[in-house]
């Protein structure tokens, strides 16, 4: 028989065993056995083989490349081989930051599409003359990154879409009351030209955000949907067990009457909050009186200053935009109607950020579990030491949770570079901050096997047993 045959021949066989003993755990090979298995039929995520790299941790000394390490994040993840910076406020994204990204763009679909929200892709070149009928491409000042075509036309590389959308909307003539309320929105990469980027991936020039926009019959109907859609933030941020705090904000340039900022309390933030050590009150402290101590809501609680990052923002829009555009609807009575309209931004790559931010500790970063890049590191012996054997032990293992857990297909690495010692390869894991480190080791070839697992979420080191480490980890959630 050829030698591929033989493999899918040899998987198709054992395929039903394996699952049938599953049920105790995994099935139990010799070590010949898992390791002809191993070398071609099932490619193993190798940390030796993963592009983050190396050479580019050292960046804090190149002080040209790193500009001011101005926080946690941006330390922790260039250090880490997750962001590489390259122009001023611009970084590059390496592939686990993409994985941790598209797993939050999932998180977030599911939340926005769980509202009605319908995701598309607008422009992000967008006509100055369609920001002149706004009023706000002499509103929006330097922050806006202009440029012309080589016809000499004005153009800005959007931060925001209300005039794009809404000029979309208006041009479809048949727009029925029975569409509404229609909830667009996007999740792309947005420009702002900062005068002074800073903070890595908090305050950069180019950074990712969701923007939806959502059309109303009435203002009566337009504020529920605001209402609903911040409902959707708060269970995004409690998904991601982040504390999030809902805070009443200034419209700003956006325009509007309502307005709610969504922000992480930290210690880092540009903005200054007042919470309520007792109750869920919080409010920015330019829209409290300097003469506030006690918690307007429950009366009792002190009230706490913190810092706070942005990582969402809120209009009720009204008609500013639908009523310039002429973004209309027709009624029951067959009449045009101005639509209402509300629009909502988060900040993803901020949220990435964020995240780290606040969760992490001086030493590693610390994710979101349901984002994490990777969800399990499997660390083998040191090559060469006493207890080298259980290096297939190891090898098995990554291969038995693949297949007996199959949400954490490709969400477990193998740290193979053996010739590390485990102390040294344990500390870069939780410099990256894998949720569950397994080390592979002594304790591993006793019978029945223990393996010793590092939750760096809660900092707990347990011992298991193979079935319990597949009960831990069949509760992993993952997106
Ligand atoms: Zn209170």
Redesign the pocket.
Known sequence: MNPVWKRVFHRLHRAPLISKRHQSGCAEHTSSSASTRSTSSKPRLLVSRLYQPASLRDVGQDSRLAGEMTCKSQRLMQQAGLIHPFNPGCYFYLPATVRSMEKLVRVIDQEMQGIGGQKLDMPSLCSADLWRTSERWDLMGKELLRLKDRHGADYCLGPTHEEAVTTLVAHQATLSYRQLPLLLYQITRKFRDEPKPKFGLLRGREFYMKDMYSFDVSEEAARQTYETVCQAYIQLFTRLGLRCVQVQADTGNIGGTLSHEFQLPTDVGEDRLLL??????SANVETLSSSTT????????A?VESKGIEVGHTFYLGKKYSSVFKATFSNPQNKPVVTEMGCYGLGVSRILAAAIEVLSTDEGIRWPGLIAPYQVCVLPPKKGSKVEEAAVLAEELVDCLGEVLPRLRGEIVLDDRTQMTIGKRLKDASRLGYPYVIVVGEAALQKPPTFEVICQQTGETLFLSKDGLLDLLGKVETV
């Open positions: 309520c050590e007792n109750c869920s009150f006690n918690c307007p809501q429950c009366k009792t609680g009230l």
